[in-house]
Every structure is written in C-alpha cells, then in structure tokens.
C-alpha cells in the first residue's frame, strides 16, 4: 500500500525568504503521479503544483517549485519570496497512474509566513 | 467554469437527524469523490465514483453512511442517523481521466453534530 509522509507538522518563514517542505512516499509503483495542495484559513483544498513520475523535470509553477527524488522517493515543496497569503496547511499526495482514483494524503505542514 | 459547488456550507442538526450534502462537479468531469477532514483522522476518502457508478466506498466508515450519483451534475452524501462523531468538514472534489487526474475541491461543508 501507498503511504505519504510528511515530517515537518509546522514550520514558518519571514516574508520574501524560502522555504522548503519535506514530503516522502512509498510506492511499489514506477509510474504515478504527485501533487502539492494548499488549504488556507478558508478551508478551500487548492491545487498548487503537480508532478509526474516519468518526468525528470522538475515542475514548476510561478513562485512554487519542486525537488522531485525518484529514486530516494522524496518530494519536496519550495516556495520562494515567500508572501504572506502563502500561510496555509500544505499536503502531499499520492495517485497511482491511470488509477484515476485515491489520492494518498499526508498528514499535512502548516506553514505560517511571517511578515 | 463555476468549480465544484458545495451545499450546504454550514449545516448543525442534533444527534439522530438525517443529513444529506450535496455536489454539483465541474461540467466534463468523470470522477467524483467525496472526502471527510478531521483534525484526527486528517484527510479521508469515503467513497468514489466514476461515470456516475461507485468504484471503491471502502472509505464509507458505516452503513449510516451512503453516497449516489444519479448522473453526471449531481451526487449526494447522506448520514442516517448523524451521530457527534461525525461533525468534520465534507469536500467533494472532481477530476477528468487523461487530464492528468488533478482533483479539483469544492468548498466544503462543515457539519457539526450537537
């Protein structure tokens, strides 16, 4: 079974800095894909960035970028110039190709930005 | 598009009460879930669908729990009889097959059980 790691319950940064969170999983899997989700205060689950297994790139979108470790099976989050709307609980998760079906969660980092 | 719409957004009924939330998914999409946050259990996947037929409830933590969707713009959630234990926040979330799966989140419902 798939399982989703997060280490790191809380963490914080100061406004403009970077900051990185730790997301690991297990899989027997080759092909799969992995996305980081962003719930802020509201509630709302956001998709933020999404990767997939074959890909060596690493993927990235606007401010938000990921360390992706096949092999060591890490997946880590980076924001850069990091503002304050950034404050959320960040969650990695899971979803086997072509499954179309359960995402794997993990447990969550919230993540304060400071100003 | 709308995104995937929620209602309602906040519901309080009393132990024994009947509750049903509902999702409207994004117009296209093939899969529907409903999942469950609590500060304990975190994130849970009840139960999904696709094409409108149930594919794994295994997620479903009881018979008082039961799910339908009786077509593509619509799926119920339904708790008979709701009990305390089951005041959590209920998202529903949808996603499209061949576009890269991404789920995309209703607002969700808070439900409180007094």
């Known amino acids: 079974a798939q399982t989703v790691t997060q280490s790191q319950p809380e963490m914080s940064v100061q406004e403009a800095e970077t900051v990185t969170l730790s997301c690991t999983y297990d899989?027997?899997?080759?092909?799969?894909?992995l996305f980081w989700y962003k719930q802020p205060p509201s509630r709302q689950m956001i998709l933020v960035i999404r990767q997939e297994a074959y890909k060596q790139q690493n993927a990235t979108e606007n401010r938000f970028s990921v360390n992706f470790q096949k092999a060591a099976k890490s997946f880590s989050l980076k924001i850069s110039d990091s503002q304050l709307g950034d404050t959320a609980m960040y969650f990695c998760?899971?979803?086997?190709?072509?499954?179309?079906?359960?995402?794997?969660f993990g447990q969550g980092t919230e993540l304060s930005v400071k100003p | 598009d709308a995104g995937v719409i929620q209602s309602p957004r906040h519901e309080v009924t009393e132990m024994g009460q009947e509750v049903t939330l509902r999702c409207k998914p994004i117009?296209?999409?093939?899969?529907l879930f409903w999942y469950r946050q609590t500060m304990m259990r975190g994130l849970e996947l009840l139960i999904y669908f696709n094409n409108n037929v149930p594919i794994d409830d295994s997620g479903m933590p009881e018979d008082r729990f039961s799910a339908k969707m009786p077509n593509a713009s619509f799926s119920t959630l339904k708790i008979q009889p709701s009990e305390p234990r089951d005041s959590a926040v209920y998202f529903c979330?949808?996603?499209?097959?061949?576009?890269?799966?991404?789920?995309?989140f209703g607002p969700g419902t808070r439900l409180t059980v007094t």
């Open positions: 899989t027997s899997e080759n092909n799969y894909y």
């Open positions: 117009s296209g999409h093939d899969y």
């Open positions: 979330a949808s996603s499209l097959a061949g576009a890269g799966y991404e789920q995309y």
């Open positions: 998760a899971f979803l086997r190709y072509n499954q179309g079906g359960k995402l794997i």
